[in-house]
């Protein structure tokens, strides 16, 4: 029974490139959640999706970030024209449905910008 | 604005010996309040959680408790073992929103 899947687990980008961070949820939920962790600090919340629609995007920048969860495939955080203060830990997290709130947490994608 | 409290930053105690972790949240709304603990490069885990309608909840070594009307809850961790070091975050569906609000986290280090 897998987990939250996330890759790439590492990823190095330099200034003004583009970073794609993926997340599988675990079997049978439809809920997904990104949040960045930032060195010694806690999560933060960006968006919340479910299969093909963005529910919740409060904690997402305005520009240059994005998050898709199309109806096959994973869940993608893309983040254009990358710049250092972009260097975090980001988490995806998943839950099963409309009333159960438990989200279980991906083992995370380092970015490290150069 | 909408946050999350938690305190102490760090705390240090005995094998053996009790540790309790408190936050407080700003809004009356939120439903729903998990623990995660973390592990030096780690994912969190998801340790106990809580919801509005209940006022305790126990599992093996570790409970939480909630006050609605003071707006705040506690982690409580009996008998502390010194695998239970690590960074103890709470959390809250913060009006009642899906999207979880965190504490700042709690470095916890049981000493042998």
């Known amino acids: 029974n897998a987990g939250v899947m996330q890759n790439p687990r590492h990823l190095v980008r330099r200034r003004g490139q583009e970073a794609r961070l993926r997340c599988s949820p675990m079997?049978?939920?439809?809920?997904v959640y990104w949040y960045r962790q930032l060195p010694e600090e806690g999560l933060k919340f960006m968006v919340y999706l479910q299969k093909e629609n963005i529910i919740d995007e409060s904690g997402m920048p305005k520009e240059r970030f994005s998050a898709e969860f199309p109806k096959e495939g994973p869940s993608i955080l893309r983040i254009q024209q990358v710049v250092r203060g972009d260097s975090a830990a980001y988490f995806c997290?998943?839950?099963?449905?409309?009333?159960?709130?438990?989200?279980?947490f991906g083992p995370g994608t380092r970015l490290t910008v150069t | 604005g909408e946050n999350v409290e938690q305190h102490p930053s760090t705390l240090s105690v005995q094998e053996g010996d009790s540790a309790v972790i408190k936050c407080t949240y700003s809004d009356s709304a939120s439903n729903y309040f998990p623990w995660y603990k973390q592990e030096l490069g780690k994912r969190p885990q998801l340790i106990i959680d809580?919801?509005?309608?209940?006022g305790e909840k126990k599992d093996q070594r570790i409970a939480v408790t909630l006050n609605k009307t003071a707006k705040h809850f506690s982690l409580h961790i009996t008998e502390t073992q010194p695998e239970d070091s690590a960074v103890y975050f709470c959390?809250?569906?913060?009006?009642?929103?899906?999207?979880?609000?965190f504490g700042s986290g709690t470095r916890l280090q049981v000493q042998p």
């Open positions: 959390a809250a569906s913060l009006g009642g929103r899906r999207a979880l609000t």
């Open positions: 997290a998943s839950s099963p449905g409309e009333i159960d709130y438990e989200q279980y």
């Open positions: 809580i919801r509005s309608n209940v």
């Open positions: 079997k049978g939920h439809s809920h």
